[in-house]
């Protein structure tokens, strides 16, 4: 299938530092990507989506200038989390659409857990 | 929008029974319903999906039968193993547009060796 690769797994940091997550679709090109948070035993909450070439959507109560979306090619994304701070700790997860039998599948990162000091 | 209720949020069976997982969504629209598996520390993979054009699908112990009448569908595991071991979403979408998921809330699902 479709491989996701989301880099870093794993980043910790000071508080009020930047941290930039990327997200890449080795072998397809994605026009669509999705950014996702987790927080520990809960489902995925839809950040924003991502269109290649245009500005993100972000979902309700996400604040875009917190968490900054640039999609500048049909294979990577990246999130960066500006000025973090602890409540900004969270398992942060990416995924892009490929064409699939019949429409688009979506295609999951291993997630980058960040940890705010 | 759509609202995907998952149940039960932990299940628990003895290794080589089967487990059932339940999902009800809202949007009649919605036409397309995957199953991801995410292990601890690790992003959801895709294990089977649905169309809203068939009953039923299997592939080897998973199957994932789809009700659109009453607006359920549900995921079946036959013959768990210790792997099978993780956390399970269903999730609903209309196919076309910005195909956003929406996702159940979880099930925890342990098989006990």
């Known amino acids: 299938g479709a491989v996701v690769s989301q880099h870093p797994s794993w980043v910790i940091c000071k508080s009020g530092t930047s941290v930039k997550i990327e997200c890449r679709s080795l072998d397809f090109q994605a026009t669509t990507m999705f950014w996702y948070r987790q927080f520990p035993k809960q489902s995925l909450m839809l950040m924003a989506t991502?269109?290649?070439?245009?500005?993100?959507?972000?979902e309700q109560g996400v604040e875009k200038d917190k968490f900054l979306i640039n999609h500048a090619s049909l294979t990577l994304s990246t999130l960066t989390v500006t000025s973090a701070h602890p409540e900004d700790s969270s398992f942060y997860i990416c995924?892009?659409?490929?064409f699939g039998q019949g429409g688009n599948i979506q295609y999951f990162g291993a997630g980058t857990r960040l940890s705010v000091l | 929008g759509e609202n995907v209720e998952q149940h039960p949020s932990t299940l628990s069976v003895q290794e080589g029974d089967s487990a059932v997982i339940k999902c009800t969504y809202s949007?009649?629209?919605?036409?397309?319903f995957p199953w991801y598996k995410q292990e601890l520390g690790k992003g959801p993979q895709l294990i089977i999906d649905i169309r809203s054009n068939v009953g039923e699908k299997k592939d080897q112990r998973i199957a994932v039968t789809l009700n659109k009448t009453a607006k359920h569908f549900s995921l079946h595991i036959t013959e768990t193993q210790p792997e099978d071991s993780a956390v399970y979403f269903c999730a609903a979408t209309r196919r076309t547009g910005a195909n956003n998921l929406f996702f159940g809330t979880g099930t925890r699902l342990t098989v006990i060796p």
């Open positions: 949007d009649s629209a919605s036409n397309y």
């Open positions: 995924s892009a659409t490929a």
């Open positions: 991502s269109n290649e070439g245009s500005k993100a959507t972000y």
